[in-house]
């Protein structure tokens, strides 16, 4: 019996793949990989597609280095808007358009280190609003901030944080300095405290090894994430990434197959990037991804709504919530 066999037959028994077994899985032959990544998928989560769309809630000005960023203060790109946080009356225009068109989960994400106060409060007013008057989810991604924010923003609606890892906590440093893999960790565990699920994963391109890809998989799995978003590196112009390969259809394929035997029963997302593959993530949703953002990015093009809803109906998926 083959190790993807193996360790596939032993997940299915209740049994968690490790280090080690992750890194052999890894080494494989794709098609067999992704062929039984698919079968865990469909044992864990049927065919449930989870479907969610972001908007760009307060864009540019960012005080932090991360280096894939087009929107850090640290790097000059062609990403020249900058605005303050959206008024109550966009962030709903917004999160209702996304609601009629079948959209599950609306997320809005902001740039900088943290929201302040004053906008987390201005946020909930904006929350309460989208949560009266639609039945569409909300999700926030505002950076590093502390319990007693994520209560306020559970209070006004909120069902889910977003945090990405980004990457393993040995290869952190050499993608952002200006803040710790360590505060992200404690962001996601505040939320989680707060009553809130959360979403985390991270860019995949970034230089880091399979090794690293895998350490982040373990480290979101340990925090109990069941909602892990892989990016793919789109190198931006200006930043420090600019010149990163980018990552093929196939590498990108095995890397969602092991997140699938690392944490089988989660909604392995493909978000950031997904457009540079020709085939839009097909491939990937063959191969353990049953999750996806939608629509446009923070500062890049994605794929439409419509798009996607026709690619979920073609591979047999059905949009609904996905596990928690």
Known sequence: MSIVSELKEKVL???????????????????ELAAAANELREHFCGNK?????????????????????????HYHTACEESYPLLPAEELLRQAKYNDERGVLRYSVVTSGRALPDREVDQACEA????????????CVSFG???EEQFR?????????VHCNLETSERFFPKVCTTHTFEEKR?????????????????????????????????????LGVKSIPVNLLNPIKGTPFEKNRILTNEELCRIIAVFRFLVPDGNIRLAGGRGLLGDKGEKCF???????ISGDMLTTAGITVETDMKLTKRLGYEVRLGNE
């Open 13 to 31: 028994a209740g049994g968690q793949a490790g280090k080690e077994e992750a890194m052999r899985l890894q080494a494989e032959p794709l098609e």
């Open 49 to 73: 597609f989870d479907l969610c769309t972001i908007v760009n809630g307060k864009c540019g000005g960012c005080s932090e280095d991360c280096r894939y960023c087009a929107q850090s203060v």
């Open 127 to 138: 929350i309460r609003e989208i949560r009266r008057v639609t039945g569409i989810q909300v």
């Open 144 to 146: 590093l901030l502390k």
């Open 152 to 160: 306020k923003l559970r209070e006004a609606g909120v069902s889910r």
């Open 186 to 222: 404690e962001t996601l565990k505040a939320a989680r405290r707060a009553g809130l699920s959360v979403c985390s994963g991270g860019i995949m391109g970034l230089g880091e090894t399979m090794d690293d890809r895998i350490d982040m998989a373990l480290a979101v799995r340990e």
């Open 286 to 292: 063959r191969s353990g991804a049953n999750a996806a």
